[in-house]
Structures are given as C-alpha cells and as structure tokens.
C-alpha cells in the first residue's frame, strides 16, 4: 500500500463538514410543476429554513415510502427490469441552468435515487427563487442503452426531481466538469477538477449506522444561487426519524473543491447517548473490497474508493488505520471509536492505475479522497469508524460518522438547535 500523504492546504501536525402518502405528495409535486414557471418564493434565508426545521421536529416522523417501480428501481435477483447505475446516468437531463461559467440539471427519480427532492433556483431578473419543475421530455427514457426499454410515457409514480448535479468550468479552458451531486436521499459526492472522479459519498446526517432499522435521513428542499463564478449557494431543509435541520453552504470547485456547510439541528426526541452509538450530523460512505493482500497473485485485482482513515487531534496527533474487512461474511463489523478528532479524511491512497486493472473502466486510481475539517460543533462529538464484510464491489460497506456524545433535550425553541460546522474538501 503506498503511504498517503496529508490533505492539501493544511499542516501535517495541526490543523483546524405511507405509500398513499407519497402517492399523495408525488401527485402534488407533479401538479405544482404546471404552473412553476409562473410562481415564484420569496428569498428565504438561513433562519427561515431554521424555523420550518424547528416546527418540523415537533412533528411525529412520517417518512414518505415511495411506491415500487419495477421498471425504474434497481434490478434484483438477475430480472431484466429495472435500471442499474450506468443505466440510471443515461437519463441525465438538460441544464436548468447554464451561464457558461456553472451549470446545473436535475435528474428523475431511477434506481436508487428515489426520494423527492423540491429544487429551487434563484433568478436574479426577479430577484426571488423560481422552482425547478419536473418534465419528462427533459429526460432520455428511450436511450438505446437501456434494455429493456421503458414504458413510454413513464409512470407517474416516477415523475418528480430526485437529485441535482453542478458543474463549473475550469479556468482557461473549455472543460465544465461536474463537481457535486446531492440527492434527495441525503447523499452527496464532491469531486475536485478532471481527472479526479466522484468516489467515497459523504451524508447529510446518520442514525443507527449500519443496523437493520439504520435511519437515512433525507434532503426535502434545495435552494441554488449563484455567488459569483467561483462560489455557488446552497440552502437546504434535511430531516429524518430522530430530527430535522437547516443547512447553508458554499461551493467553490477546484482541482481540491471544496463546500463549506453549517447546519442548525433539532431533536424529535431527547438524545440519551447511552441509547444512541451513531446519531449525528455527518457521515462518509465508501466502499472497500479488495487491496493487494485479498489476491497475492494478481497485482492489478485491487477494488476501492478509499483504503485509509486518517483523524487528527488539537495536540498534533495523527491517527491513522489502514481500511480492511471482517475475514468472514458471518463475523460482525469492525466499529471503532477515535474520540474528538477536529479534523479526519477518508482517502484514496494507492494512486497506481496497474493495481486497479481488472477494473479499470471505473478508474479507481482516481476516486476522490474526502477531507473534513474546521469543525466547530456546540455539543460535543467523536469520530466513529465502521467497516462491515462484503463480496460486492458495488456496496458501501465503509462508513466513518460524527456522533454526538453528550445528552441533549428537544428543543423547546428555535433557538435552542444544536449547530454544527465542517468544511468538506475533496482531493487527490
């Protein structure tokens, strides 16, 4: 395993991120795309999304459980329907938004993408935000690629916006590479400028990691402003079983881009940590199947997005642990605490192309290593490493979270959130 060096930028030893229901929602989202060229909201702020977080926590949890597809959803058990990943990136859409500087599209709901996502973009001509409505002519739900081919016109439980992709274009050339994903699932992925590729993925909170009930917690509303032609917006509204949040960040693309996020979160229900392992407001999801000690003889077998976990300390430590999994499919995951680290990565060490060979059409050798820095957190937290067996190279079975480690009350107003801060870096 070649040895990885520190994150870019920083110093090596101290260095400060129910099914009618659905139904129901889906059918009304759908219906409020007809007229979405003609509605327009005003510019909410950071404490605006807070305050619909706050009342969103005094709610029950009612998760929106969306309807199977069988001709959309991932396909199982060998079925011919359903779309597989590359599949699903076939129906990448048009831009909504395309300056020649950034650009950004939306994508349908597909594969594993299938929780609804409410985007917004600002236009400055109206000095408000105008909502990204759903059309399926925007998406090629008859390409080629996709075998068997898909009912036309598509379901109606699979017409709304699920994700958005941003692009931005690198200085001095004619190449506009995607730098960020964020779906509806609460999922993202941050990649620096070509040749660096999207890799380990990166969560807008976490709950029960890895157990069977594990609790996603999911993005409801984006909203999508230019700042300038290096810095893009972005306000959020997340929530999930234990609480909702209010997020802000800021994008600045790069060969190391960055996004600089802060959220304002509240409680459904008192957190009592002796009941809680995993509840917090950040996690980093990755896969690890195989480095070189899984086939001795075959150098060119290896298959990861990340095969190192590094965590750095106030007092200059740096810890480090080489990435692997439990030696037998029955045997449980590998769970690991390393207290309040103020900075960890998950990164990408072995940049050799030849040790990725069997697989090179994924192009391992240049996944994104992801950096978390600058944390700030008003309660206090560890760093948490979770690594469970797999024979898939297609599975996230790597997982490093923030949990917090101190009880904490409901809020009883919207002042009383928790907040918490990072910078996410994503590097090579």
């Not at 930028?9 to 229901?21: F, K, Q, T, Y």
């Not at 609804?116 to 990204?132: F, K, T």
Request: charged share 25%; with cysteine; aromatic share 12%.
């Amino acid at each position: 395993m070649s040895t990885s060096p520190d994150p870019p930028g920083l110093a090596r030893n101290v260095w400060p991120a129910a099914a009618s229901r659905y139904r129901f929602v889906a059918g009304l989202l759908g219906a409020l795309t007809l007229c979405a060229d003609a509605v327009a909201a005003p510019t909410p702020t950071f404490v605006d999304l807070a305050r619909q977080a706050f009342e969103r926590s005094q709610m029950p949890w009612e998760p929106l459980s969306p309807e199977p597809v069988v001709e959309i959803d991932p396909p199982e058990n060998g079925d011919p329907l359903g779309l597989d990943f590359v599949e699903y990136g076939k129906l990448a859409g048009k831009p909504f938004y395309d300056d020649s500087v950034w650009w950004l599209r939306a994508s349908p709901r597909g594969n594993f993408e299938k929780d609804p996502l409410e985007i917004w973009m600002y236009r400055s001509e109206r000095e408000s935000y105008a909502p990204i409505p759903y059309r399926a002519g925007d998406f090629n739900y008859r390409h080629p690629a996709i075998q068997p081919a898909l009912p036309n016109p598509p379901p109606t439980a699979v017409r709304y916006l699920s994700a958005v992709d941003i692009g931005s274009r690198r200085d001095g050339s004619d190449n506009w590479p995607q730098v960020l994903h964020l779906g509806g699932n609460g999922y993202g992925r941050l990649a620096g400028f070509s040749p660096l590729l999207f890799g380990t993925s990166f969560r807008l909170g976490v709950h029960k990691v890895g157990e069977p009930n594990e609790d996603f917690i999911k993005l409801r509303k984006l909203y999508l402003q230019k700042i300038n032609e290096r810095a893009f917006r972005l306000l959020g509204l997340a929530e999930g079983e234990a609480g909702a949040a209010a997020l802000a960040a800021t994008l600045h693309p790069g060969d190391a881009s960055s996004l600089r996020v802060t959220m304002k979160i509240y409680l459904r229900q008192p957190l009592r940590v002796a009941d809680e392992p995993s509840l917090g407001p950040l996690g980093l999801s990755s896969m690890f199947w195989k480095d070189e000690t899984a086939t001795p003889g075959d150098s060119g077998d290896e298959a990861h997005d990340a095969d190192l976990f590094v965590a750095y300390y106030p007092d200059g430590r740096r810890r480090a642990r080489t990435l692997a999994i439990p030696a037998d499919p029955a045997d449980p995951p590998l769970v690991m605490d390393f207290g309040e680290a103020t900075d960890f990565a998950l990164v990408q060490s072995d940049r050799n192309a030849a040790h990725y060979r069997r697989y090179a059409a994924v192009d391992y050798a240049n996944r994104a290593s992801l950096l978390v820095s600058d944390i700030a957190s008003s309660l206090p937290y560890t760093v948490g490493i979770w690594q469970a067996y797999t024979d898939y190279e297609g599975a996230d079975n790597v997982a490093v979270f923030v949990r917090f480690n101190q009880d904490a009350e409901r809020p009883a107003s919207v002042d009383d959130g928790i907040t918490f801060s990072y910078t996410l870096t994503a590097y090579r």
